[in-house]
């Protein structure tokens, strides 16, 4: 390259001079490494960072995710429920409505559960008191709006019926409550 077009390119900013500006035969040659280095010093800074950010965020997320493990089932969960008789042949299909401002139908069927040492005691009762179980059942679900008696509250359901029935009875509690039919419907 003439002595001409290095000074044209010096004016023009292209490298080509040092700063002392004198021509330099390498001094392209130089501009170029230091551009590559720049950009691998750039590409690893920013790895850096990346792998940085990862990580911190990673231990950010698995704070709330400490070692989960399992409590210790006691024996009382362990051992199987006992062979329940039911009380459900005689017992009628209840049908109502709910206190929606709306009201939907319900339509339900159930049996009450307790052990066999108790079953004639139990039997004999229940099937007196039947007219009056079943209002009672009848009254609670009219009570009732058709969201109270989804399926995500079935338990909550039969735990407060097997309460309410256990109160009227003198021969011994029932055990359990079993819908063997529950249907609610707009009419």
């Known amino acids: 390259m003439s002595d001409e077009e290095e000074l044209s ?43 940085t950010v ?3 965020t990673i231990k950010i997320i698995d704070r709330g995710n400490q070692s989960q493990s399992f409590a210790q089932v006691s024996e009382e969960y362990n051992t199987k ?13 209840i049908r109502g409505r709910t206190s ?9 069927e159930l049996a009450l559960g307790y052990p066999e040492d108790r079953a004639v005691a139990l039997d004999a009762e229940i099937t007196q008191r039947l007219p009056a ?16 008696l989804s399926y995500e509250n079935e ?22 409550v079993v819908f063997t039919k529950k249907d609610i419907f707009a009419y």
């Open 54 to 56: 990862v990580v911190i």
């Open 155 to 176: 338990e909550f359901l039969k735990l407060q019926l097997k309460e309410k029935i256990n109160r009227i009875l003198t021969s011994g509690p029932i055990e359990m």
């Open 9 to 51: 390119n010096a004016i023009e900013g292209e490298d080509g001079f040092e700063g002392g500006g004198s021509p330099s035969a390498g001094g392209k040659s130089k501009s170029g490494l230091v551009k590559i280095l720049t950009w691998i010093a750039g590409i690893v800074c920013g790895t850096i960072f990346i792998v």
């Open 81 to 93: 429920p006992p062979i329940m008789k039911f009380y459900e042949e005689n017992m009628p299909q």
């Open 133 to 148: 179980i079943v209002d009672l059942i009848r009254s609670y679900f009219n009570s009732k709006r058709a969201d109270e």
């Open 100 to 108: 929606d401002k709306v009201p939907q139908s319900f339509i339900i």
